[in-house]
């Protein structure tokens, strides 16, 4: 489990963004593969995912995700859900103590957010198109509308696919450009048929800053680069492997210590 100093000094937050390492998965999802979507089997989701809610000190049945469908929308949380019954929706945001949320990625941005001083938390799952179409924007509304600050918030954006390992053809840089010829900054490494490199990352990092979080941490990992640590989609499709594992990402409300 990777932790950034940021969140770790707020007494009330717990929060964690958990490697594939140390689950009970096997094949393509070893090893802590948390995603009931995978093919994989579902009792051994289960075992990892309660493995992930210990560690933050929650029970498994207070650990709640969505069905993340590369949407902007956001859903507030008051009460936990089971898999079947969760929303389609790629952030969340809560006031309520005791209840993690969880974000399931396998090379798009997990990002953690904490306003210390309302008692407000949020996820989103920011790959392109989410951050593009304005889930990150939507998710600091969701927590300002829960009494949060936008100044306040410590927003961690946890292991995604690096610049490095992005390579897009030109119709998606040309989708950017055509918004804002500005976010071309966010492109490297051109190549003569037209792709380039994409920085996820810091596409995040700089949507954060302008929806007015105070505080953006992380971001320093690349999922398709480090088999060994990180699930990658990426990684499954260059391979052509049949399916891939995701690896969790949470942060919960608890009573300070």
């Known amino acids: 489990m990777i932790t950034v100093d940021d969140l770790n000094a707020l007494p009330a937050v717990r929060h964690g963004f958990f490697t594939r390492t140390g689950g009970g998965s096997a094949g393509l999802y070893a090893a802590n593969n948390c995603a009931f979507s995978a093919n994989d089997d579902p ?39 089971t898999w079947s019954d969760a929303p389609v929706a790629d952030a ?5 103590p005791d ?44 927590m300002t509308a829960l009494g949060a600050q936008s100044s306040r918030l410590i927003a961690a954006i946890g292991p995604c696919i690096g610049q490095a390992s992005y390579e897009v053809g030109p119709e998606f840089v040309a989708r950017f450009r055509d918004r804002d010829a500005g976010l071309l900054r966010f492109f490297a490494s051109p190549k003569p048929n037209g792709h380039s490199h994409f920085d996820l990352p810091g596409f995040v990092r700089a949507q954060l800053t302008e929806a007015g979080v105070g505080r953006v941490v992380g971001g320093g990992w690349d999922t398709c680069a480090h088999e060994t640590q990180f699930f990658s989609y990426r990684r499954a499709v260059l391979r052509k492997e049949p399916d891939y594992g995701r690896q969790l990402s949470a942060i919960a409300l608890v009573e300070a210590a």
């Open 92 to 96: 969340m945001v809560t006031a309520v």
């Open 43 to 81: 009792g051994r989701v289960a075992a990892n995912r309660a493995a992930c809610a210990e560690r933050l000190g929650v029970e498994p049945d207070s650990l709640v995700t969505v069905k993340q469908r590369h949407t902007a929308d956001v859903v507030t949380v008051t009460h936990a859900w």
């Open 99 to 142: 209840l993690a949320l969880g974000i399931l990625t396998a090379d798009c941005a997990p990002v953690l957010l904490a306003d210390p001083v309302a008692g407000v938390i949020g996820a989103a799952h920011a790959g392109w198109k989410g951050a593009f179409d304005g889930v990150l924007a939507n998710t600091v509304a969701a």
